[in-house]
């Protein structure tokens, strides 16, 4: 029983860390739907309660709200407690096995870059943020 509510409380901490952090929680397949077949450039941050994502992954994710370049939405699932919106999600990531955390990087409601666990994982977050900025440019500014 104490357990359940070590784990609740973590999880809690880690959804509050990413929506602090400007990112919109998606719960459920729809909204997923909704909002991944819109035009333009959708970053997708797969949380999870692992040691990396809350040293790592939400700390770069957070660093990226203030970059120059920036994609048209923020917002993130939930692996392991989301996982409707997870494998809805996952399947606009086509080619790439399920990673959490990881990131997305969704252009008109295909997968232009994916940082995978094993690019996160043992890694610094500029490390993480350097990944990112670079697709950023790449698929953001100079495509607009």
Same mark, same amino acid.
């Given at each position: ?8 409380? %973590? ?12 990112? +919109? ?15 333009? +450039?959708?970053? %997708? ?15 770069? !994710? ?6 120059? #370049?920036?994609?048209?939405?923020? #917002? ?8 409707? !919106? +997870? ?40 490390? #993480? %943020?350097?990944?990112?900025?670079? !697709? ?9």
């Amino acid at each position: 029983m104490e357990f359940n509510f070590f784990m609740n409380d %973590v999880v809690q901490v880690a959804r509050q860390e990413i929506t602090e952090a400007g990112y +919109t929680e998606l719960k459920t397949s729809e909204e997923v739907d909704q909002v991944l077949q819109n035009k333009g +450039t959708t970053l %997708v941050m797969v949380n999870s309660v692992c040691g990396c994502a809350g040293g790592i992954a939400r700390p770069a !994710a957070a660093y990226m709200k203030n970059y120059d #370049v920036q994609p048209d939405r923020y #917002v993130t699932v939930f692996a392991g407690q989301d996982k409707e !919106a +997870t494998s809805k999600a996952r399947e606009y990531f086509t080619g790439y096995a399920p990673s959490s955390p990881s990131f997305a990087l969704v252009k008109d409601g295909e997968i232009k870059v994916m940082v995978e666990r094993h690019e996160i994982e043992g890694h610094e977050p500029i490390q #993480v %943020v350097q990944k990112l900025e670079k !697709a950023f440019k790449e698929h953001i500014e100079h495509n607009e």
